[in-house]
């Protein structure tokens, strides 16, 4: 596999104010690469480092899997936003919410009331399992990947992705991300 993680795909300071540069200082630069160190040194020299990701994933437990599953749902996350994003869907992804969850605004009420009631840390998904949208939860490093569902969109609800900016105001983070953040145009890329 290739140890490095992918570069952000917009610069640091793109997402303020919803996202401060100061938070992708620590939640790229800390956080996301030390999964990757971490990640690096349990597995370097051992047959798992011939592994792609999301094999490693699929195949380990414990240390290996969660830093493997962090390194993949931070990348994931990443490209789930966008500097000017948020707001209505567009395409696809929009007919899909629509069919799927009622309307946007059902689906809105959805995503806030999961992501602000996941218990400590974890992660908000939109998911697609036989053809079907649905929004889940994962605790930790829990990741759609080890499941039957393709993951569309996530959102990172430990408290490191939001406390420089929100502190204790996890809803209002997810609100925000909502409004001004979410890319559909990688949404619609998931769709399968
Ligand atoms: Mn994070």
Do not use: C
Request: hydrophobic fraction near 40%.
């Amino acid at each position: 596999m290739i140890f490095e993680v992918e570069a952000l795909p917009y610069s640091k300071d793109a997402l303020a104010p919803a996202i401060s540069e100061e938070t992708l200082n620590y939640h790229y630069d800390k956080h996301h690469q030390g999964y990757m160190k971490k990640l690096k040194a349990a597995i370097e020299g051992t047959p798992t480092a011939d592994k792609d990701l999301e094999e490693i994933i699929r195949t380990s437990e414990g240390g290996v899997f969660n830093n493997a599953a962090q390194v993949f749902n931070h990348t994931f996350f990443w490209k789930s936003m966008k500097p000017g994003g948020g707001g209505a869907p567009t395409g696809d992804i929009a007919d899909a919410i629509n069919r799927d969850f009622g309307s946007f605004d059902k689906f809105k009420e959805e995503w806030v009331q999961k992501a602000s009631s996941q218990f400590g840390s974890g992660w908000g998904w939109l998911v697609q399992d036989e053809g079907k949208l649905s929004i889940v939860t994962t605790s930790n490093a829990g990741t759609p990947l080890t499941t039957h569902a393709k993951p569309i969109l996530t959102i990172d609800v430990w408290e490191h992705a939001y406390y420089i900016d929100y502190r204790n105001d996890r809803g209002g983070f997810i609100k925000v991300w909502l409004d001004k953040l979410v890319n559909w145009d990688f949404a619609n890329a998931n769709l399968g």
